[in-house]
Each structure stands twice: as C-alpha cells, then as structure tokens.
C-alpha cells in the first residue's frame, strides 16, 4: 500500500478537506473576494460571465451607519458637508478633479460597483440660493472589466448635442466632451439632490446646459481605467438670458433665433473644448502640464460668478 493509500484512509479530516478544494474553488470563481480581483484582475472579468450565465446579479453593499443610506440601485449613499468650500481641485478616485471658477460645495458621495469599484461626488456652485454650476464625477477606483463600458461614449454621438468631439477612438481607449441641453428632472438621482438642496434653501434652475466629458484608458487582462464628468451650467442666470426660463428656448433646431442663447451655448462650446484638457491632464494626475495661469482662465466657464456676487456659504 502506498503512502498516499495508508494516508487516505488513515486521516478523514485530510481527506474531507480534499473533497472541499473543488466546492470552494467554484465558490471563490463565482464570488471572488475584493483582495483577490486586486490581485488577479480576470476575476472579476470570469466572475461577471459567470453571473450572466447564472442569472446571478451583484447587489452593492449595504451603507453601514453613518451618513450612508443604502439604496439598492443607487450604491452607498453618503450625504456630505454641504458647508465645505472647494476650489481649483479635488482628489478624485485616485486622481485629480479639477473644478470650474468660484467655490464648490459637496453634495454627496457614492460608492458603486459589485466591489465598490465606482466613486461618485456630486458638487454645486451657488449665487443668491440658486444653483449656478453642478458636477457629476464619476470614475474607477481600480480597472474594470471593458465590457461595463461598451456605451460610454453613446452620450457623444447624440444628434441633440450643441457640439461634440471625439478625441481618441481606439477602444478600449476613449475620449470624447459634448455639450446639450438638459432638463433637470432628467438628472440622475434628481429627487435626492433637490431634497438635498431644498433643506439648505438652494433650488435648481429650470434649464440647465449639460457638458460632459469620458475617457477610458487600458488597464491590461481587458480591463480599463475609467471616469466621465458631466458639468451642469445655469443659463438663466445673466441678465440677457433669464427671461429664457423654459428648455424650448434651448432646442438646437431653434436656437438661432434665441441670439443670447445662441451666444451662450458657443461660449461654452469654446469653454469646453479647453476645459476639456485639463480634465484629461487631472485624469493622469499631471495638473503641470499647464501654467497657472492658464488653468485659472480655462477655468472660467459663461456661467460663473461675476466678482463680488459669490456664494451665500462663503
């Protein structure tokens, strides 16, 4: 009799734990702990197949205290500060984020993804209690698998966009910005921003113009590095274009014969097609690829406060 014979059926508590290997061997292909998707990135990817082959779906975790209201569709929800002054940058999931003229304020925080993979910050800009900018970020704080972002890019070819450009498309990598018009109800999580913002006394305007920004870069095993940036621009809030108060005025097909909204669509067109650099610079987090200077006057987008009229949180 062999050693590995006598062994077999000498020692029971061996052999149960050879029975095991392949049982949790599966489990750990069908629910990879986080570490080790680190780790071996094709995980997740094998992970996710499995799932849509099992009609398994991944639920976010659950907020655990805190500030944090769990909601199964929308992540982990962390309303912040809304008295915390921004300006000029953020850390942004492992980057950097660069804001917009005039001071930001926090809104909320949310963590998405199967692993929590997915950051999301809302900020807002406000003039007289009312909103005059809103960003959107949201990016991966570790690669994720390309298939979650075959339709980035569709917000770009949209015919209803003032303009867009497509910087790189040589998937997985992927840059583009546009710029259209937006009603804010169809924002997403638009009735826990409002609440959010009607409990300190700022409202929404009724219009808002909606830049956006993607990019994508490989992260190898089929995976990419991701984050887009939609920027939110009160129009009504000059004096040439606050009677233009309904998103009729706003449609491209007839925005020529709204010459002050004409103008300030093609402000922010030239507005984001420079901003739109420095988004990429904070992407790869290299804020010296330009001058001070330069980034201060990219930064003043045509719906920024004029000097003197800031905001009440300052």
Not at 48 to 68: F, V, Y
């Amino acid at each position: 009799m062999s050693a590995f014979s006598r062994l077999w059926h000498r020692a029971p508590v061996w052999r149960f734990c050879l029975y095991m290997i392949l049982p949790f061997t599966v489990l750990t292909l069908i629910f990879p702990p986080a570490y080790l998707t680190r780790l071996i990135p094709r995980l997740s990817a094998l992970s996710t197949g499995i799932h849509n082959r099992l009609g398994l779906h991944d639920a976010p975790a659950k907020g655990e205290g805190g500030g944090g209201d769990g909601n199964g569709e929308d992540g982990v929800i962390t309303m912040m500060p809304i008295t915390d002054r921004l300006t000029k940058a953020i850390p942004f999931a492992g980057r950097i984020l660069p804001l917009p003229e005039g001071t930001w304020h926090p809104v909320m925080n949310i963590i998405n993804g199967p692993h929590g993979e997915v950051l999301e910050n809302v900020l807002i800009r406000v003039e007289g209690h009312v909103v005059t900018g809103m960003i959107g970020a949201e990016g991966s704080t570790q690669p994720v698998p390309e298939t979650a972002i075959t339709s980035i890019d569709s917000s770009c070819h949209d015919d209803r966009n003032y303009m867009s450009r497509v910087l790189t498309a040589h998937p997985p990598a992927m840059e583009c910005w546009f710029t259209t018009a937006v009603y804010p109800a169809s924002i997403n999580r638009t009735a826990i921003i409002a609440n959010r913002l009607k409990e300190e006394g700022f409202i929404l305007p009724p219009v808002l113009l909606k830049a956006g920004w993607s990019y994508s870069t490989p992260a190898g095993d089929h995976n990419v590095n991701v984050e887009t940036v939609t920027i939110f621009l009160n129009p009504v809030n000059t004096d040439s274009t606050k009677m233009l108060r309904t998103p009729d005025y706003w449609a491209k097909d007839t925005l020529g014969q709204q010459p002050a909204a004409s103008d300030f669509v093609k402000r922010t067109n030239t507005w984001m097609a420079g901003w739109a650099q420095v988004l990429h610079d904070g992407f790869n987090s290299d804020m010296l690829a330009s001058s001070d200077e330069q980034r201060a006057r990219l930064a003043h987008d045509p719906a920024a406060p004029q000097p003197g009229r800031g905001s009440p949180l300052d």
